[in-house]
């Protein structure tokens, strides 16, 4: 079955940066496209970023846009998220999250982020 574990997320200081990595496995990584979804406290699911199967192309919210990156090692299954010049707004549970316009788009766990002085 499908499994997608996240991990990375810490609290740090505004300014500071953190990388979440996103374990994929019990389907074929390199074919799926990938996003990451983030939840803040009390408030809905946020898209952030996608990246195509092949890792060509990548899309991203305006609120991250110049300060994250994804990316993606389809060879070792891993998705990522590097996160510079971080924001007490971008305190969430961030999601990785597997074909998220499918009918059946599959979640991790989630890993959380706080960003706070």
């Known amino acids: 079955q499908v499994q997608l574990v996240e991990s990375g997320g810490d609290l740090v200081q505004p300014g500071g940066s953190l990388r979440l990595s996103c374990a994929a496995s019990g389907f074929t990584f390199s074919r799926a496209l990938m996003s990451w979804v983030r939840q803040a406290p009390g408030k809905g699911h946020e898209w952030v970023s996608s990246i195509s199967s092949g890792g060509i192309s990548t899309y991203y919210a305006d609120s991250v846009k110049g300060r994250f990156t994804i990316s993606r090692d389809n060879a070792k299954n891993m998705l990522y998220l590097q996160m510079n010049s971080l924001k007490p707004e971008d305190t969430a549970v961030y999601f990785c999250?597997?074909?998220?316009?499918?009918?059946?788009?599959?979640w991790g766990q989630g890993t959380q982020v706080t960003v706070s002085s």
């Open positions: 999250v597997k074909d998220r316009h499918s009918s059946s788009p599959s």
